[in-house]
């Protein structure tokens, strides 16, 4: 569909790029490496947090799609003039097989950063949101129960944990 679309004008190139991410001299505004790495790392860390934050159990009913479209637009006016804004890895990598060469050598970046930024962002958010000691354990004693209790609540992954009496 986006050929179709942009044959629509007489010099479409499909090696142009579709605004394909990069930097250095495939930057928009020939940003340098490190200065994308902080970018996606940031922007993606920004986004989970704006996402988790929006769709916790406490914040206002029906009003996550609002704020995270508001902080997806944010992102995007920030970062398309350093990157042509990634925060995907599967946008940068679609875009980056039509362009082939240089793109697919800098691909790698557009894969770890958001990565990254994931860490940053998703842990230590869910923990304070939940109110749960980071890390979920105190220095006194490891057991199943605590870890059970204290990491899979944290990240959400069981509403309740209780451990298992031998019988």
């Not at 029906?62 to 637009?73: M, R």
């Amino acid at each position: 569909m986006l050929c179709v679309i942009a044959a629509g004008v007489p010099s479409f190139d499909i090696t142009g790029g579709f605004t394909t991410n990069g930097y250095g001299i495939h930057s928009p505004g020939s940003y340098s490496m490190t200065a994308a790495i902080v970018a996606e790392v940031a922007m993606a860390a920004m986004f989970l947090m704006v996402i988790l934050g929006a769709t916790d159990k406490r914040a206002p009913k029906g009003f996550a799609p609002i704020a995270i479209g508001l902080a997806l637009t944010l992102i995007h006016l920030i970062s398309i003039p350093i990157t042509n804004t990634s925060v995907n890895p599967t946008r940068s990598t679609g875009v980056a097989i039509f362009q082939g060469g240089w793109a697919l050598q800098q691909l790698w970046l557009f894969w770890a950063a958001p990565l990254v930024g994931a860490l940053v962002g998703g842990i230590p958010p869910a923990a304070r949101a939940r109110k749960t000691q980071w890390p979920p354990y105190s220095s006194a004693r490891l057991d199943m129960e605590s870890l059970c209790s204290g990491v899979l609540r944290s990240v959400g992954c069981l509403p309740s944990c209780q451990r298992q009496e031998a019988g």
